[in-house]
């Protein structure tokens, strides 16, 4: 039986080559294409690689035990501890209230809100407040928790702060990892009879994990580079000395207490750079940036293990 | 010299349905009451009618096949069943449902209570990214059954109810349920839904992405689970309502595109003496 319908069959003629593979302009452009994404992904890397070198190379002989656990000052070498202390206080408080009041609104956005006018609102709100230059925020949280409740600087007023500029990126954020949960999945589990809140819980929340951790890491990379929301809001001082067996919350000299003022090491690094007369001004500097750095790699790699191990424990999968 | 293969004709197979007098007393024997009843129900998707005026009974211990085109609002209308069109925006359902006599549309119903059952087996396999154990344990746990004997103790015997026991008793706190193969995972769905205990179990083409064994076995089982349970299925394969189903209720779309029901009746009536001339067309391979 031959093919008989005329409409279906080829035209008469030489077959074409599988070696002709289109015309040279696309090919061009294939290759292009390849080299230049590939060539964007390998520019991210080495931006990151030099200036982990960078500062790795600058602080080479800077940063030592004493460095870091020497006795604070501003014109010998040494003792950043009290500053490292505030950095991953203020870092710590700011998380405590910002990830989960991140992670609750974007529930909120994700699964009970519809698209109507509160959610426009909410979204305008958050691309606005991301965009606000955040020495405005640290003017703000000026006015409202140094002068209006008369806290002074304090590190909580600094972490409330902090939580106003990073709240609308984890919400942000949150909202996209619940979003990005197959909706198949919310089906499975509301057709076995449970219930939405029970849906969110056991099946939602368990797979936007990576996504949640992601929000977490960009939250917190925010809270450790910022300087200018802090200087007006947790101040700017030099390395006092802490004693951390003072536990007691309402004195200011207590290292655990959130009303003391507290600079961070972006801010000392900051102030160093620009007010900064000391001797050993420059080796300070770099010794703090790259224990900055440091800081934040181990809290980036931290962030994914834990969410891996979570993802595993709560998937068991 | 280009070889020409000669292909056969596509043949359109006659669906093989028994008609027997004996399963046709079985059937009666196998089942007394209605279980699931429908009156004018009609679907709507905004302005939009997906289903039209569709009334019907489905009897205990039975399974009824809704075939018919695409787009004829089969799916849409099981649905309903279960109320998973409430979860759609803009959906509104008309008409009644009832459960055992009781309107399931009713405001004041509880859909957590109606879901658990009136379960439901989805087309793609949709097993959660967890241990085959916590698959099948998902639903009691969420009805708050941790009682760690108990728990064991259902997950074994929804497993062998669903015939996947055997091949996944060694490692089922270690697997995924995701690491099973297309078939298998229907088959961990089944006893994830039979886990919850439900009465009627409703399967929206559950055979449609697995090859054909896998086919045959969900076939076997669902003849094996209607001696305890209702089901209903949507199907695109006639041959497939023709092996499994007791009733068969044919849908088509009408002129405005809204789906609506044609007839029903016993199977093989169906297949070999529909009354209608459009379910005639369709079945014989003139439509759809």
Redesign the interface.
């Known amino acids: 039986?031959?093919a008989s319908n005329p409409a279906v069959g080829r035209p008469a003629g030489p077959k074409p080559s599988l070696r002709r593979r289109g015309s040279r302009g696309s090919i061009l452009a294939d290759h292009a294409a390849t080299v230049a994404l590939w060539g964007t992904g390998v520019l991210v890397l080495v931006i990151l690689g030099a200036i982990i070198l960078h500062f790795a190379l600058a602080a080479w002989g800077v940063v030592s035990p004493s460095f870091i656990l020497g006795d604070p000052s501003r014109t010998t070498l040494g003792g950043v501890l009290p500053i490292l202390w505030n950095s991953i206080y203020i870092l710590v408080l700011t998380m405590l209230i910002a990830v989960p009041l991140g992670i609750l609104a974007g529930i909120y956005m994700s699964e009970y809100a519809?698209d109507n006018i509160a959610t426009t609102a909410i979204r305008f709100a958050e691309e606005s407040i991301s965009s606000v230059p955040s020495i405005v925020v640290g003017l703000f949280g000026l006015i409202l928790f140094v002068d209006d409740f008369h806290w002074g600087f304090s590190a909580l007023g600094g972490s409330l702060a902090l939580t106003f500029f990073n709240l609308p990126l984890m919400t942000r954020l949150a909202e996209q990892a619940l979003r990005a949960v197959p909706q198949?999945?919310?089906?499975?589990?509301?057709?076995?009879?449970?219930?939405k809140w029970?849906t969110i819980r056991?099946?939602v929340l368990p797979?936007a994990i990576p996504g949640l951790i992601t929000g977490v890491i960009l939250t917190a990379g925010r809270v450790f580079g910022e300087a200018a929301v802090l200087l007006f809001t947790s101040g700017v001082g030099t390395p006092q000395h802490y004693n951390f067996l003072n536990f007691d919350l309402t004195s200011v000299a207590s290292p655990w207490s959130p009303f003391r003022p507290a600079t961070t090491l972006s801010v000392y690094i900051w102030n160093l750079n620009s007010e900064g007369l000391g001797a050993f001004k420059t080796q300070i500097i770099d010794g703090s940036a790259a224990i900055l750095i440091a800081i934040v790699l181990i809290f980036n790699l931290g962030a994914r293990f834990i969410g891996r191990v979570l993802t595993r424990r709560l998937?068991?999968? | 010299m280009p070889t020409t293969v000669a292909y056969p004709e596509p043949v359109l197979r006659p669906i093989e349905v028994t008609t027997s007098q004996a399963g046709a007393d079985e059937f009666a024997a196998r089942t007394q009451d209605v279980k699931i009843s429908t009156d004018r129900v009609s679907i709507l998707y905004g302005e939009k009618v997906a289903v039209r005026d569709v009334s019907l009974t489905i009897q205990e211990r039975s399974i009824m096949a809704l075939i018919g085109p695409s787009g004829s609002g089969k799916s849409t209308f099981l649905r309903c069943f279960n109320r998973m069109n409430d979860l759609i925006p803009g959906a509104s359902v008309k008409g009644e449902v009832c459960l055992d006599g009781e309107n399931v549309m009713e405001t004041d119903v509880s859909v957590v209570e109606l879901r658990r059952r009136v379960g439901m087996v989805f087309q793609r396999p949709n097993p959660f990214p967890m241990s085959i154990f916590e698959n099948v344990a998902y639903g009691p746990r969420r009805r708050g059954q941790n009682d760690r004997r108990k728990l064991d103790e259902l997950v074994e015997t929804s497993l062998k109810r669903a015939a996947l026991w055997d091949e996944v008793k060694d490692d089922l706190r270690r697997k995924s349920g995701l690491a099973l193969s297309g078939g298998q995972q229907q088959r961990l769905c089944i006893a994830r839904v039979l886990a919850t205990d439900p009465e009627v179990i409703l399967m929206d083409e559950p055979a449609s992405a697995l090859d054909p064994v896998s086919t045959l076995r969900i076939e076997e089982l669902m003849r094996e689970l209607r001696e305890a349970y209702t089901i209903v299925i949507v199907t695109h394969n006639m041959q497939q309502a023709a092996r499994v189903s007791d009733v068969t209720a044919f849908f088509t779309m009408a002129e405005d595109r809204a789906g609506y029901l044609v007839e029903v009746g016993p199977t093989g009536r169906i297949f070999t003496r529909p009354n209608e001339r459009l379910t005639e067309d369709y079945i014989s391979g003139r439509f759809g």
């Open positions: 039986m031959t519809g198949e999945e919310r089906s499975a589990s509301l057709a076995l009879g449970a219930t029970q056991h099946v797979l998937t068991a999968a």
